[in-house]
């Protein structure tokens, strides 16, 4: 057991590009989320995959931003045409059973400027 | 809807002392579990403790134990004997017990504790 891995770990970019992020969850787990947590803030959920199929979506979750899961392991998170609203630290979770914790990475930091 | 709230932005507190970190809650969800995650200045949140909202007994963990009043919809952390290590952002989250759906946490904004030595 490896833990939850994320990568890139920081991430500066300018407004206007594009940006894809990978998280690697626990490999038995079955159950991926990802959250955004802004300075002073508790993490907000954005997504959530169970095996490939993404089953839930936050609003906060604009046109600009998609996640896949395309084998049932690892995720990506893309968000297009970054806007300065976009930096945040951006985590990544999994867990193997409906209701246990979740298990989290350390996190990519994402500057936008 | 659900909702966390951590009242305290910030604690100090001598090594080796006790400490209570406060969390309230609001759910209309007829089963729930509460959790505590702790946030290093590294970034990651590293899992604590958890209570389930039909557990009889209060959660412990090591040094960790959880003070659930399920009238008062309080689950407190309290953290005893106090380690320089325990310096962190503390966060409590919530999530319903459903079969379906995505099980997703609910945080509060988080109390950073500082431990003097």
């Known amino acids: 057991d490896t833990g939850v891995s994320q990568d890139p770990r920081h991430k500066i970019t300018k407004r206007g590009q594009n940006v894809t992020f990978r998280c690697d969850p626990i490999s038995e787990h079955n159950r991926l989320y990802w959250y955004r947590q802004t300075l002073g803030q508790g993490p907000e959920f954005l997504t959530y995959f169970q095996n490939e199929a993404q089953l839930e979506k936050s609003r906060l979750l604009s046109n600009r931003f998609s996640a896949e899961r395309p084998k049932g392991s690892f995720s990506t998170l893309e968000i297009q045409r970054t806007e300065q609203g976009d930096s945040a630290m951006y985590l990544c979770?999994?867990?193997?059973?409906?209701?246990?914790?979740?298990?989290f990475g350390p996190g990519t930091r994402l500057t936008v400027t | 809807a659900q909702k966390i709230t951590q009242t305290q932005p910030g604690m100090f507190v001598q090594e080796k002392e006790a400490v209570t970190l406060d969390c309230t809650y609001d759910t209309s969800d007829p089963s729930y579990g509460l959790f505590w995650y702790k946030q290093p200045s590294s970034g990651e949140m590293i899992f604590l403790i958890y209570q389930g909202s039909y557990d009889q007994q209060n959660a412990t963990e090591g040094r960790y134990s959880l003070n659930f009043q399920k009238a008062r919809k309080s689950a407190n952390l309290v953290i005893s004997a106090s380690q320089l290590g325990d310096s962190a952002m503390y966060f409590c989250a919530m999530r319903g017990i459903k079969p379906q759906g995505a099980q997703k946490l609910v945080f509060g904004q988080g109390t950073r504790l500082t431990i003097n030595p």
């Open positions: 979770a999994s867990t193997q059973r409906t209701l246990g914790e979740q298990y």
